[in-house]
Structures are given as C-alpha cells and as structure tokens.
C-alpha cells in the first residue's frame, strides 16, 4: 500500500500540489492526470526516490520493487531482444552466476544457478520477451536487430518492453501509448489487465484509462485528488462538482449583491441606520464561495466547405511501393461525401502509405488516382509539424496559406487557437508538440476543406484537446479518412473501416471491438502455427521442455484467476445460503409476531438463489474455457 499524507511537491519556487491525500492498494490501477507541468511527471520522480517532498509524508513498502520506462536509449550494438532481458536483473544475475560457475567448474553453484533460473522462471523469460516484442509490433527477425539500427520511437517501444518484463510490485507507466499504433495500444492493454504489480498510468488516451483504471489522480490548480472508478466516470463526477460550485458561487454572489444594496440605499438615513449596519456585519460574515474554476482549452471548429462533390477522390486498383517491393496491391478505393473511414492495420501494413497517395504524394507504379476539381484536401501528418517554419511566426505560416486575407483577420483567427497577441508574432522554435499540432491543425481549418486526411492527428494532444478535436470532426460536414491509435476518436467520428493487410486493402466489415477480436484471432493463428506437427519433430531437450511448460502456465494464468475468483464467488454465496437456512431451521422464526421477519428472510434466500445461480454458471463458463485452453496446449495421442 502506497499512502501520501499531507504531501506538498514543488518544482523550484512552483507549487505543484499541496496538502496531497490519498492512498492506493495493491493490485490497483490509477489513472494520473492533469494539464501539462502541473506535476505528473515530479510524483513519479518522488516515488522512484529521486526527489524528496517539501512536507508531508509518503510511505511505500521498502521491500518493493519499482520498474518504469527509460526516456533514453543508447545506440548498442546488443540484439533487441536482448536488451529487453537486460530489464529482468535477477535473470541476468543468475545467468552471469551459472556461467562464472562453469568456468570454474563448480558442479554445485553450477545446481544453485539452475535452481535459481528455475525459481524465477528463467527458461521461460526469453520466449516472454520474445512475445513482448511481438506485442509492441516487432517481427521476429527485427528481434535479433541491433537496437543502435532502430530509430527513436521503436527504441521506446524496446524500454517500454524492458519495463514490462522487469519483476516488479509497482509499475510507473508515463505515456506508454506514445509511439505505438493501434493494435500495439489494445495488446498492451490486455497484457497490463493481467500484470500483478501496482500500476500508475500517465496517459492521453481516454478509452485506454477508461480500461484500465479503477481510480484517478487529478492534479489541478495545486491540488491533488482521487476519484473513484475510470476516466469517464471521473468526468462525470468533476462535472457534477463544477455544476454544484458553479450554482453555489451564483446563490453566494446574489445574497451578496442583495445585501449591498440595501446598505447603498439606507447607509445615510438615520431610520435605517441599523438595519444598515445589521447588513454590513451580515456582509462581512458571508463566506464567499471561490469563483468557479475556469478551463482551459481551445475550441476547434471546422468551417462549412464551399462544395462537396458527391465523389471526391478515387484510387483506380493502384500498386503501391518502393521500387521493386509493393506494398500494397491492386485496390479500388473510392470517397464519397459522406464517407467518414479508418484505416485499421498493424505497423508497417501501408497506412500511412496509402494515406500520403490519396494525398497525391506518394508516386504509384500503376493504376489511377483520379480527383474532382473542386476537391480540397487537409491533410496531417506528424511531417506537418516538421514542416513549419521554426523561426517563423503563426502569423506568417497564416499569410503564406491565405495571402489574400488581412492581417488583423489572420489575428482574430489565430486568436481562436491559443496564438492571440503577441503569440502570433512569435518564432515557434520553442512552442511545445502540442502547440505545434495545434497550429498544424489551425492551418488546415483555415483552408476550409472537403476531404480531411488524418495521420495520427492526436499525437502531442492533451485530453482536453483531443475531446475538442473529436467534436470537431464529428461536426465536420465533409468527407474524412483517418488513422489513430485514439479508439474514442475511432469510434466516434467513423463510418467505415478499412483494413490493410498483406498488401490487401479491403473493406472491415465490423466495428473496433471485432477487430479486436481479429486480433486476438490472429495472435492464436500465430500460436498455432509454432506448434509441432504430428510427424513429430525431435524431442525437446529437458531445458526447452521447461521453458515450453513455464509459457504455458503463463499463457493459461488469466483463465485460471478468472475461474479462482468465479469459485471464490459460489463459496461466498453458498455461505451466506447456509446462514440463512439456519435462520429458517429456527422453529421461532415461523411465530406470529416474526412473520415481517420470516417474509424478509425469505426473500434474501430467493435473491440469494439467483445469485448463486448465475456465479454457479459463471464458474461453469469460466472452467470449460480454462479446460478449452488447457486442450489446445496438450500434445494428441
């Protein structure tokens, strides 16, 4: 259990937060959120033991092991999978210790290493890393790369997956969803759903909290709270709040104003002298509530197309690629008006690919891109933000776009994003990613399009931002492909789903949760596959069998708590139905004066009967897929 008492954080002369209460258990997921500096970040500085609080207490169980991403990756030139390994220490510590041994030809700490790899489940560990890696989206043979051959986002996914494999009783995660795509986010999902340790989660992705978190730290205006339940239902209750002291503030600020008015009528008539005076001492007793808590954000807000041709944009069965190799094969592809599509896939299908050659910028070897005249394209893409101007100002990106227009137009406008005054004279070199994608996004609204063209448009975007962006498309009048590691987004502004695989872009028919369920269906083809076949290959040495037995016990672990919790369930009950139908043994009960008595009892023994029932059949679901899963492990006769 992790306890802050009091707790007040600073960043140099800033307050963070003070006065800080709350308390997690463990096996819990928080949620930790708030705009961007107001503290994150520095409460995990403090519970990594980097940095010490002003004042107050935070207790932690000195025993337990703490594991978070690493920011930075050197250029090694050790194998990717190796470097994940490097995340287990006790692994490596026992791997160094058998190989000392067998230099020195130590038969029994040559046994004690063996002992300890098995203690910790060492043989199983590299084929663990191995899945992890292919849940972040590497392929096998990029496993054995050099980690000095990848480039910065992918050097995150391997600190992420050196974080994961880590033994660990908390688990700090900042961001984990930056750099990763859509099936890499719902992967990561599932597999911290099954992870044991203590986990803190800093995130930007609504449905990825929503998920996950069972409560929710929220830092703001230097106050740190605790909600209770996910994302969503933390909104819902702050709203509620913001309501309650916004109607408390507007009684508070009417008395007030009543009160004042009396004493500037009557203050100098002397017959009302003291009911003037009365009111004043009421005046200055009156504890005025705080002013409500203003929000900070921008409202994003797509302009009306001029025109919105019926088809806008199709691709004739084109091939696309580089060169010799093509990635994506003859397609037909065609937007309509009121087409609103997302571009499913896993990393490296051609998304993005597709994406810039609807664009008009990616060369294709063959087939036809054909546009209407009066198509206008918005098109983004993290290059966007690459391609303004750094010493350049947001008014000046502004007159290049729209020359024609004034510049005190372009100021009100700029005004709208967050870019008023003397913000829109500035150099953007040092404007943060997100004021960076906010002005790229800006631009494009400026150009009034009829066909958005969307690549990852919520990367660098707060919450805030990303719900009003989300708006924004959803009132958006034109035509619309996007791709987004953002499921609520997804969700809530497509249409129409296509999906790219194995150079085939073809219509999805199904929603998010079915290409989950695609995913998962694809992971089990790949688990089959690996499976010897019946021919029999040669057996397996006693080391391999280890390991093969501990991925098993790994892979059958989530079935097995599901049904331990469904009996602890049918236990419970059955007690509770014990109890009862002792009460009902009692000859007393069925006397004249307990019949209010005896009715209760009997109905809590029917809801109770209910109840029992449906655990009894939760347990029976939950031991024939456990049994399901136990099948497809076990080797035929």
């Given at each position: 259990m992790i306890t802050l008492n009091q707790l007040r954080l600073s960043r140099g002369s800033d307050i963070l937060f003070s006065q800080a209460d709350a308390a997690i258990h463990g096996g819990q997921r928080i949620g930790l959120v708030g705009n961007n500096g107001c503290g994150k970040s520095s409460l995990f500085a403090l519970l990594r033991g980097e940095i010490e609080a002003d004042s107050g207490e935070l207790i932690m169980p000195p025993d337990w092991r703490i594991a978070s991403v690493r920011q930075e990756t050197p250029s090694l030139p050790q194998s990717a999978l190796d470097y994940v390994l490097d995340g287990h220490q006790p692994y490596r510590q026992a791997q160094h210790a058998l190989k000392q041994a067998e230099q020195e030809a130590n038969g029994l700490a040559i046994a004690a290493a063996h002992e300890q790899l098995a203690a910790i489940h060492g043989y199983a560990l590299p084929a663990q890393a191995g899945e992890l890696l292919s849940g972040l989206g590497f392929l096998p043979a990029q496993q054995q790369l050099a980690v000095a051959e990848f480039s910065g986002g992918w050097?995150?996914?391997?600190?992420?997956?050196?974080?994961?494999?880590?033994?660990?009783?908390?688990?700090l995660l900042d961001e984990p969803t930056n750099h990763l795509d859509l099936d890499a986010i719902i992967w990561l999902q599932d597999f911290l759903k099954s992870h044991p340790a203590t986990q803190i989660i800093i995130a930007h992705d609504r449905e990825f909290l929503d998920s996950l978190c069972q409560h929710i730290w929220h830092i703001s205006g230097k106050q740190l709270e605790s909600y209770r339940g996910n994302y969503s239902q933390f909104e819902r209750i702050r709203h509620e709040r913001r309501l309650q002291a916004d109607a408390q503030y507007a009684k508070q600020a009417a008395q007030r104003a009543h009160l004042q008015s009396f004493v500037d009528r009557f203050r100098a008539k002397a017959s009302k002298a003291k009911q003037a005076q009365s009111r004043l001492?009421?005046?200055?007793?009156?504890?005025?509530?705080?002013?409500?808590?203003?929000?900070?954000?921008?409202?994003?807000?797509?302009?009306?197309?001029?025109?919105?041709?019926?088809?806008?944009?199709?691709l004739e069965k084109p091939a696309l690629g580089y060169g010799e190799t093509n990635i994506l094969k003859a397609f037909s592809l065609a937007i309509e008006r009121e087409d609103r599509i997302g571009l499913l896939g896993r990393n490296g299908a051609g998304k993005s690919t597709l994406m810039k050659a609807l664009a008009g910028l990616e060369v294709i070897q063959s087939g036809e891109r054909k546009i209407h005249q009066y198509c206008q394209i918005g098109y983004f893409t993290q290059h966007s933000l690459d391609r303004l101007e750094a010493t350049q100002s947001p008014l000046w990106h502004m007159q290049q776009i729209l020359p024609a227009q004034s510049e005190q137009e372009h100021r009100n406008f700029l005004g709208n994003y967050g870019f008023g005054g003397d913000r829109a004279y500035d150099a953007i070199a040092p404007f943060s990613g997100g004021e960076k994608a906010r002005l790229a996004l800006a631009l494009i609204i400026a150009m009034r399009p009829n066909l958005l063209l969307l690549d990852e448009p919520t990367n660098h975007l707060d919450l805030a931002m990303r719900d009003s962006l989300n708006l924004a498309l959803q009132a958006y009048e034109g035509a619309m492909v996007i791709i987004s590691h953002?499921?609520?987004?997804?969700?809530?502004?497509?249409?129409?789903?296509?999906?790219?695989?194995?150079?085939?872009?073809?219509?999805?028919?199904?929603?998010?949760?079915?290409?989950?369920?695609?995913?998962?269906?694809?992971?089990?083809?790949?688990?089959?596959?690996?499976?010897p076949d019946k021919g029999g290959p040669a057996p397996l040495s006693r080391q391999s069998q280890k390991r093969n037995e501990a991925e098993i016990r790994?892979?059958?672990?989530?079935?097995?708590?599901?049904?331990?919790?469904?009996?602890?369930?049918?236990?419970?009950?059955?007690?509770?139905?014990?109890?009862?139908?002792?009460?009902?043994?009692?000859?007393?009960?069925?006397?004249?004066?307990?019949?209010?008595?005896l009715k209760q009892i009997l109905a809590e023994q029917t809801n109770l009967q209910q109840a029992l029932a449906q655990a009894e059949a939760a347990w029976l679901e939950a031991a024939e897929n456990l049994q399901a899963e136990e099948m497809k492990y076990t080797p035929e006769p």
């Amino acid at each position: 259990m992790i306890t802050l008492n009091q707790l007040r954080l600073s960043r140099g002369s800033d307050i963070l937060f003070s006065q800080a209460d709350a308390a997690i258990h463990g096996g819990q997921r928080i949620g930790l959120v708030g705009n961007n500096g107001c503290g994150k970040s520095s409460l995990f500085a403090l519970l990594r033991g980097e940095i010490e609080a002003d004042s107050g207490e935070l207790i932690m169980p000195p025993d337990w092991r703490i594991a978070s991403v690493r920011q930075e990756t050197p250029s090694l030139p050790q194998s990717a999978l190796d470097y994940v390994l490097d995340g287990h220490q006790p692994y490596r510590q026992a791997q160094h210790a058998l190989k000392q041994a067998e230099q020195e030809a130590n038969g029994l700490a040559i046994a004690a290493a063996h002992e300890q790899l098995a203690a910790i489940h060492g043989y199983a560990l590299p084929a663990q890393a191995g899945e992890l890696l292919s849940g972040l989206g590497f392929l096998p043979a990029q496993q054995q790369l050099a980690v000095a051959e990848f480039s910065g986002g992918w050097r995150m996914r391997l600190n992420l997956a050196q974080a994961l494999i880590a033994p660990a009783d908390l688990l700090l995660l900042d961001e984990p969803t930056n750099h990763l795509d859509l099936d890499a986010i719902i992967w990561l999902q599932d597999f911290l759903k099954s992870h044991p340790a203590t986990q803190i989660i800093i995130a930007h992705d609504r449905e990825f909290l929503d998920s996950l978190c069972q409560h929710i730290w929220h830092i703001s205006g230097k106050q740190l709270e605790s909600y209770r339940g996910n994302y969503s239902q933390f909104e819902r209750i702050r709203h509620e709040r913001r309501l309650q002291a916004d109607a408390q503030y507007a009684k508070q600020a009417a008395q007030r104003a009543h009160l004042q008015s009396f004493v500037d009528r009557f203050r100098a008539k002397a017959s009302k002298a003291k009911q003037a005076q009365s009111r004043l001492k009421a005046l200055e007793k009156l504890d005025a509530a705080p002013p409500p808590a203003q929000e900070q954000g921008f409202q994003l807000e797509f302009a009306t197309p001029e025109h919105i041709p019926a088809q806008l944009l199709k691709l004739e069965k084109p091939a696309l690629g580089y060169g010799e190799t093509n990635i994506l094969k003859a397609f037909s592809l065609a937007i309509e008006r009121e087409d609103r599509i997302g571009l499913l896939g896993r990393n490296g299908a051609g998304k993005s690919t597709l994406m810039k050659a609807l664009a008009g910028l990616e060369v294709i070897q063959s087939g036809e891109r054909k546009i209407h005249q009066y198509c206008q394209i918005g098109y983004f893409t993290q290059h966007s933000l690459d391609r303004l101007e750094a010493t350049q100002s947001p008014l000046w990106h502004m007159q290049q776009i729209l020359p024609a227009q004034s510049e005190q137009e372009h100021r009100n406008f700029l005004g709208n994003y967050g870019f008023g005054g003397d913000r829109a004279y500035d150099a953007i070199a040092p404007f943060s990613g997100g004021e960076k994608a906010r002005l790229a996004l800006a631009l494009i609204i400026a150009m009034r399009p009829n066909l958005l063209l969307l690549d990852e448009p919520t990367n660098h975007l707060d919450l805030a931002m990303r719900d009003s962006l989300n708006l924004a498309l959803q009132a958006y009048e034109g035509a619309m492909v996007i791709i987004s590691h953002d499921r609520n987004m997804l969700r809530s502004t497509c249409n129409r789903f296509f999906l790219i695989d194995q150079a085939q872009v073809s219509p999805f028919d199904g929603d998010l949760d079915d290409y989950r369920r695609h995913l998962q269906q694809s992971l089990q083809a790949q688990l089959e596959a690996t499976k010897p076949d019946k021919g029999g290959p040669a057996p397996l040495s006693r080391q391999s069998q280890k390991r093969n037995e501990a991925e098993i016990r790994r892979l059958l672990r989530p079935f097995k708590q599901i049904l331990e919790k469904a009996e602890a369930k049918v236990t419970a009950l059955e007690t509770q139905k014990q109890t009862i139908e002792n009460r009902l043994a009692d000859a007393d009960i069925y006397l004249e004066e307990n019949k209010d008595k005896l009715k209760q009892i009997l109905a809590e023994q029917t809801n109770l009967q209910q109840a029992l029932a449906q655990a009894e059949a939760a347990w029976l679901e939950a031991a024939e897929n456990l049994q399901a899963e136990e099948m497809k492990y076990t080797p035929e006769p």
